[in-house]
């Protein structure tokens, strides 16, 4: 298959779907070879959707986190609309799930870990991706994930000419439930869709099964999150815990961020025992041992997510859905085991009752509250500082690794106590301006300065 579509010389077809195709090409202004999505003859024929892909391709080709294919340029060539991005070689997360069956923890928490990144970059910028899925997203060399279609998804579902059982199908499986109303879809919408996956991956199978548009729509907005230890009963109850929250019916109770519920997942898979759930939770729910009766099919109050589309109201026909009250809960948290090994400490801890924490260097932001930098003071500062911000947590600079936080200061290591970290830049500063005084936010990543303040004016 060799044909020419404008300056690209097309070699073959990558994927095809209900929005177009994804061609393999050489591009001969620029000597490479790359991915060219070509959306479908239908779209050229609108033009509030051709001028809103530009406007939406625009902002997407700005985005220059690592896990976000790169989008050369964009445009319309004869009618057609495209997409010039990078070509990664790898394979695709459905793909890999088919042929291998459901991912070990730490690979699942890996791959979510990525994507969170790139989404919580897109955020920032004020983009909601719309149709994260596993097929949307290509594990490349050395296990480097990306996530795809930015800059299409969210346009092309709001279009009422794309309603073809296919592609509504398609973005049904991970669908938020605000979606199929006519609410504000945010970026929580994204943070659903992603813990979809992440039940995907640990168990190999979709969260609702289904053959129609309309039995998914009832089963997203009506029926409790599965729990991956359904599938595996060698998975922790935690990874239940985790799914339900990210999958929560309610947009105000899930986690606040994709980073967020990243940093749970990774935490769920080295240390069960203490994963730390959002604040905003009110009380957790008993989790009930194999021995108890099954949950009452009501619905779970739980966390935020979002995905809409026009499209999808089509098939629905406007039919309207029974939304259950939440249950009362009323069971206290649960207790640790005894039996349960401790946790090694981490290198530079105090002994403290909070244990030293080493918040992951992924881009995230913390909002700093105290520091102590006297060696023979270090446990009465940070203790002090603790006490005094209720809810806090404490890390050593040089053990932390990440080359935002200074380390040193007149020669004495530094600890830092803070609260966080947060997936987004206005999360952190929210908390910043709640806290007052002398605090500041600090990005965590190895790109910004050492010692960087992050503004927030």
């Known amino acids: 298959m060799v044909s020419q579509f404008g300056p690209y010389r097309v070699e073959g077809l990558i994927a095809r779907g209900g929005m177009g195709e994804v061609l393999r090409a050489y591009d001969t202004r620029h000597d490479r070879i790359v991915a060219l999505k070509v959306l479908g003859d239908r779209t050229a024929s609108d033009p509030e959707f051709r001028e809103r892909f530009k406007r939406e391709a625009h902002a997407a080709a700005r985005l220059s986190e690592p896990h976000v294919i790169p989008i050369h340029s964009y445009g319309e060539i004869d009618g057609r609309l495209y997409l010039d991005m990078r070509l990664i070689e790898g394979q695709d997360v459905s793909r890999l799930l088919a042929e291998r069956g459901p991912m070990p923890p730490a690979e699942a928490a890996d791959v979510i870990h990525q994507v969170a990144q790139a989404l919580d970059a897109a955020h920032e910028e004020g983009m909601v991706h719309r149709d994260v899925k596993p097929s949307n997203i290509i594990i490349g060399r050395g296990g480097f994930a990306y996530l795809v279609d930015f800059g299409i998804a969210h346009w092309a579902r709001t279009n009422t000419n794309l309603t073809t059982t296919g592609i509504a199908i398609g973005t049904l499986d ?3 439930p605000e979606r199929f109303g006519t609410g504000q879809i945010d970026h929580r919408a994204d943070v659903y869709s992603l813990a979809c996956v992440f039940f995907q991956c640990l168990t190999g199978a979709k969260p ?3 053959n129609t548009a309309e039995a998914l729509m009832f089963s997203h907005i009506n ?10 009963p060698a998975l922790p109850p935690v990874f239940d815990r985790l799914v ?12 606040a961020s994709a980073g967020e519920f990243a940093r749970a997942v990774r935490q769920a898979v080295t240390a069960p025992v203490s994963v730390q759930m959002p604040a905003t939770m009110q009380a957790p729910p008993v989790v009930p041992t194999r021995h108890e009766p099954a949950r009452p099919k009501s619905r779970v109050r739980w966390w935020h997510v979002g995905i809409g589309v026009a499209a999808v109201a089509a098939v629905a026909g406007g039919a309207a859905f029974a939304m259950y009250p939440p249950p009362t809960t009323t069971g206290t948290p649960n207790a ?4 349960q090994p401790k946790q090694p400490r981490l290198p530079g801890d105090l002994g403290l009752s909070v244990p030293i924490s080493k918040p992951a260097c992924d881009g995230g932001y ?4 105290g520091s102590a930098v006297t060696p023979g003071s270090y446990t009465q500062q ?3 500082h603790l006490e005094k911000h209720p809810g806090t947590s404490y890390q050593h600079s040089p053990s932390t690794g990440c080359e935002s936080l200074r380390t040193h200061l007149n020669g004495a290591e530094i600890y830092s106590v803070y609260y966080g970290p947060y997936g987004g830049k206005a999360e952190a500063c929210a908390k910043r301006a709640s806290v ?6 600090r990005r965590l990543d190895h790109v910004s300065p050492a010692d960087n303040v992050v503004g927030c004016d």
């Open 174 to 176: 991970y669908m938020a």
């Open 436 to 441: 007052a005084g002398d605090s500041f936010v």
């Open 382 to 384: 940070v203790q002090q």
């Open 223 to 232: 029926k409790e999150p599965p729990r991956p230890s359904e599938h595996n």
């Open 208 to 210: 609702f099964g289904g």
């Open 244 to 255: 339900e929250i990210g999958m929560a019916k309610d947009p105000n109770q899930r986690f």
């Open 366 to 369: 913390i909002v700093m509250v």
């Open 336 to 339: 640790q085991p005894t039996n």
